[in-house]
Nanobody, 127 residues
Framework: QVQLVETGGGLVQAGGSLTLSCAAS?????IAWFRQAPGKERIAVSC????????FHRDSVKGRFTISREDAKKTVYLHMNSLKPEDTGVYFC???????????????????????WSQGTQVTVSS
């Protein structure tokens, strides 16, 4: 089972930027980023498919969030720009032992029983 270690997060003012990183202990098919706002369900905001490097984003973050990868470090980065207070929440990266459709993950609400989850990191955007 792949282990995921997440770093980044913190407090930022609205309009600011943050980058989260997710380092995997092994190879995987795709990595999705999830956000869980206080009192709300966990939803996927972004996802990258490793076979073709295609990235997918939930409508609410399109144009503001991007994903990049560094294969040598087996690390994926979530670059969050123009942050809004509604982006506040705990962010997780996740993957599964089997391939999964990124486009479906970011356009629906799950739940998604992925086999591997990071520990989560708090992102707080102040107004």
């Amino acid at each position: 089972q792949v282990q995921l270690v997440e770093t980044g997060g913190g407090l930022v003012q609205a309009g600011g930027s943050l980058t989260l990183s997710c380092a995997a202990s092994g190879d995987t098919y795709a990595i999705a980023w999830f956000r869980q706002a206080p009192g709300k369900e966990r939803i996927a905001v972004s996802c990258i498919n490793f076979s073709d490097s295609k990235t997918f984003h939930r409508d609410s973050v399109k144009g503001r969030f991007t994903i990049s990868r560094e294969d040598a470090k087996k690390t994926v980065y979530l670059h969050m720009n123009s942050l809004k207070p509604e982006d506040t929440g705990v962010y997780f990266c996740a993957t599964d032992e089997s391939p999964f459709p990124c486009q479906v993950v970011v356009s629906t609400r799950g739940p998604f029983p992925f086999t591997s989850w990071s520990q989560g990191t708090q992102v707080t955007v102040s107004s």
